[in-house]
């Protein structure tokens, strides 16, 4: 066994081994694709696509199509892919997930296997974190897919979407009030949802790729449809996304409702209940348990003689979520209060989530407790969790600086390869 491959194992050392032959052709066609003009770019991109309706591979264009992809990044970005960016963006292609840290050039080796991908007409998907993360990757790495002839969508939170267009100069006197570059917004152009999507590469979050297939399994008509098939998908910070948040549940809520009164109501009384004598928590499982006394206090503010009775089950469910948002849902940790609206704080990421609710009364529970607005219930009539939604597609990649601790269960869960250490060469 080589040192490499003690290092670094037999699946890295094999793959980087093959990859490299690879990398070799496409430096040798360098030259050549260097003296293209700018209008054979898009030309090249309809030979590709044109060959692969022939027979073609995309593994058989693949030398050729990485190096028109490096050199529309030398002209739009002055960037020039190392070769072992060309082994991470393989890697991808591969469908194999590529060990590469913050500074590495995620974003531009996510190109080449996009690209690539896309010639096919199914679509890419390019999932990252955060809603400016997909806005900043389009508008960065859309002069080059526009160079090469495809189009981009981005699809963000509160059904906000964007059709890359660098000729786009929409004037708005609100962008210099947000805390985000102003160019961002000057190569964006509003969209709908699904022309967002029928782009050749759209970037989003993961949050919004599943909410998305969530609410086209509710649609009552295929013109509402917004996704196309999950054909190929590249994932940034993927053990984070795949393993981290795998089996956090997305919830699709529809609007029921009970009146303000009747949550004020039950928070009065949960407010007056002690922890410890008339309910019990368990920390772990974000759950609470009413005891007798607890029961026997909140049926004499309710006047009912039995809060368990056909009549008053509803009650309990109510007394029960009240308790909670009294006892577990801390402010400034769990949501905010902001501008007389709760907003829930994600538990991975820290970061704020407006338009998101907790379902089953909950959220309506801690606007009571809050003092503000109490808002319509809503019901779940869908979800699915991370693990699931990823499932779907034909072919799952990404990307990440720390893979390598998540390896085995990327591959028991997702089949798939972690390839690490060809950032070293």
Known sequence: MSVF???????????????????????????????????????????????????????????????????????????????VQLIGGIALHKAKIAEMKTGEGKTLVAVLPAYLNALSGEGVHIVTVNDYLSRIGAVLMGQVYNFLGLSVGVINSNNVSYFYDSKH?????????????????????????????????????????????????????????VQRAHHYAIVDEVDSILIDEARTPLIISNVAGDSEDFYIKFYQIAKQLKRGVDYEVDEKLKAITLTDAGITKAEQFLGVDNIYTEKGIKYVHHLETAVKAQAIFEKDKDYVVKEGEVIIVDPFTGRLQPGRRWSEGIHQAIEAKEGVKIEKETRSSGSITFQNYFRFYKKLSGMTGTAQTSAEELLKVYRLDVITGWMLL
């Not at 793959?15 to 694709?33: G, S, W, Y």
């Not at 003009?37 to 264009?61: H, Q, S, V, Y």
């Not at 570059?181 to 509003?190: E, R, T």
């Open 5 to 83: 491959s003690k290092i670094f194992g037999d699946e890295s050392s094999k793959f980087i081994k093959d990859a490299e032959k690879i990398v070799a052709k496409i430096n040798a066609l360098e030259a050549d694709i260097s003296k293209l003009l700018d209008e054979d770019f898009p030309k090249k991109t309809r030979e590709f696509k044109d060959r692969l309706a022939n027979g073609e591979t995309l593994d058989d264009i693949l030398p050729e199509a990485f190096a028109l992809v490096r050199e529309a990044a030398k002209r739009n970005l002055k960037e020039r892919h190392y070769d």
């Open 169 to 225: 100069k929409e004037e708005d006197e609100m962008r210099d009030q947000v805390g985000e570059f102003k160019i961002i917004y000057d190569f964006l152009k509003p969209c709908s949802r699904k022309e967002a999507y029928s782009a050749d590469v759209t970037y989003g979050t993961n949050h919004e790729y599943g909410f998305d297939y969530l609410r086209d399994n509710l649609a009552i008509s295929v013109d509402n449809l």
